[in-house]
C-alpha cells in the first residue's frame, strides 16, 4: 500500500456530489482541491457550502483538468458522460464516473477506445456490488454449484417513484427506467455471471404513466420509458430475462432468479414498500433449491450482517486504486457490456422486433 496522497476534483455539483464529498473526508489520504460546474457560480458556493476551504472552483470542466489532479468525479447529467469522461482520461485524470456509463453505445465506445488509447482509468459508480451479499451470490455462481446457468431472470422497480428534470429528457438521458434504476439489476446478475456477450435483444417499453398528468407533473416533457422488459441472448447460450419499472400497480416484479443444470437459486428484495426492490442491492434472502438423495429440496443461503456505507466503499475502493496504482474497479469495458444491451433493448422497443447485439471488443 502506498502512502502518497491524491488530490482529487468534483465536477459537476449536483446532489450525488455531496456523497462523493463526504466520502472522500473520510480517506485521510485524499484532499479535494478543486470542483466545477458549467453554472456560473454554482462551483464556489458548492465549494464555500461544503467547507472546502482552499479549493479551486471552475465554471467548466476543461478549467478543473487543467489543474495539477490525480483523479476526478463525474457527477453530471447523462448526457455530458462522455465528453467530460474523454476530456478527464485524455488529460491523464483517472476518472469515477455515476452511473449511467453514456447516453448511447457510440459515446460508451468512444469512451473504452480513449482508456485504451491513452492507457487511462475509466471507473464506473456500481456501490452494491461493495455489498458482502453481492459478493456471496456471485461466489455461489462461480462456484458451479449451479452447474450450467442457462437462464436467469432480474429486473425491480417501484410503485410510484419516477424522478424528473434531467432524468425525464432523451436527449439528457438517453433512456429512463433502464438507465436509471435498471442498470442496478443488470450489473447485479451480470457480474454474477462473468459479464457474459449478448448477441441479441427482443424488448417493449412503455411511459403510461409518465406521460399521465394524473401521475407525473411535467407529463408534457416526458420523453423517455417508466417501464421495460427484455428477453436477452448470450454467446454461452444463457439467455437473461430482464425488466424495470419507474411506477406500476403491483408492489414487485418478482425475484431474480438463476437456473442451472445442478439447482436453481433464487434472490428476494429486502424491505417493503412503493421504494423497495432487488435493484438497488438490498437483497433480503437467498434460496438455492437442488436435489438431495433423489428428492427435491430447498436450502436457505445465510446472509451477510454488514452496517457498511456501500457508497463510502465504492469511492474508497476507488481512491485507493488511484493511489496504489491499481485498475479500475469496476472498468469501462465491462459496463459497455451492459450499455450494448440498454441499447438493444431501446432499438428493439423501437422497431417492435428481436436485433442484434455487436461488440467490436
Known amino acids: 500500500m502506498s502512502e502518497r496522497r491524491i488530490k482529487v476534483g468534483i465536477i459537476g455539483t449536483g446532489g450525488i456530489a455531496r456523497y462523493h464529498v463526504m466520502s472522500y473526508r473520510k480517506l485521510p489520504f485524499v484532499d479535494i482541491v478543486a470542483v466545477a460546474d458549467v453554472i456560473p457560480g454554482r462551483a464556489r458556493e458548492f465549494a464555500e457550502k461544503e467547507g472546502l476551504v482552499g479549493a479551486g472552483a471552475y465554471d467548466s470542466h476543461t478549467e478543473l483538468l487543467a489543474q495539477d489532479l490525480d483523479a476526478v468525479s463525474i457527477c453530471t447529467p447523462n448526457a455530458s458522460h462522455h465528453r467530460t469522461s474523454v476530456d478527464a482520461v485524455r488529460a491523464g ?113 412503455s411511459n403510461h404513466f409518465g406521460t399521465n398528468p394524473l401521475y407525473h407533473q411535467e407529463a408534457s416533457k416526458f420523453e423517455v420509458e417508466d417501464f421495460g422488459v427484455a428477453m436477452v441472448r448470450f454467446d454461452n447460450d444463457l439467455v437473461l430475462q430482464f425488466k424495470i419499472s419507474w411506477a406500476m400497480h403491483m408492489d414487485t416484479l418478482g425475484a431474480t432468479m438463476f437456473l442451472g443444470t445442478d439447482a436453481g437459486l433464487k434472490v428476494t428484495p429486502a424491505g417493503s414498500g412503493p421504494w423497495s426492490g432487488v435493484w438497488d442491492g438490498a437483497i433480503g434472502s437467498m434460496t438455492l433449491y437442488h436435489d438431495d438423495f433423489g428428492g427435491h429440496t430447498s436450502t436457505a443461503v445465510p446472509l451477510i450482517g454488514h452496517s457498511l456505507d456501500l457508497f463510502f466503499e465504492k469511492v474508497r475502493d476507488f481512491a485507493e486504486a488511484v493511489r496504489d496504482g491499481r485498475p479500475a474497479p469496476i472498468p469501462a469495458e465491462q459496463i459497455l457490456i451492459q450499455q450494448a444491451i440498454i441499447d438493444g433493448v431501446l432499438r428493439s422497443a423501437d422497431q417492435r422486433r428481436e436485433v442484434e447485439v455487436k461488440l467490436p471488443y
Do not use: W
Open 93 to 205: 485524470k483517472k476518472v469515477l464516473l455515476e452511473k449511467p456509463m453514456s447516453v448511447t453505445l457510440e459515446e460508451a465506445l468512444d469512451m473504452v477506445q480513449t482508456v485504451k488509447t491513452h492507457d487511462g482509468m475509466l471507473s464506473i459508480g456500481f456501490q452494491p456490488r461493495y455489498d458482502p451479499n453481492m459478493k456471496l451470490l456471485q461466489d455461489i455462481i462461480q462456484s458451479g454449484r449451479l452447474g450450467n446457468v442457462y437462464y436467469a431472470e432480474t429486473g425491480g422497480g417501484r410503485r410510484r417513484g419516477m424522478p424528473g428534470g434531467t432524468f425525464i429528457s432523451k436527449a439528457l438521458a438517453g433512456a429512463g427506467a433502464m438507465a436509471d434504476i435498471g442498470c442496478y439489476s443488470l450489473d447485479m446478475a451480470l457480474n454474477t455471471l462473468g459479464y457474459p456477450r449478448p448477441v441479441s435483444v427482443s424488448a417493449f417499453t
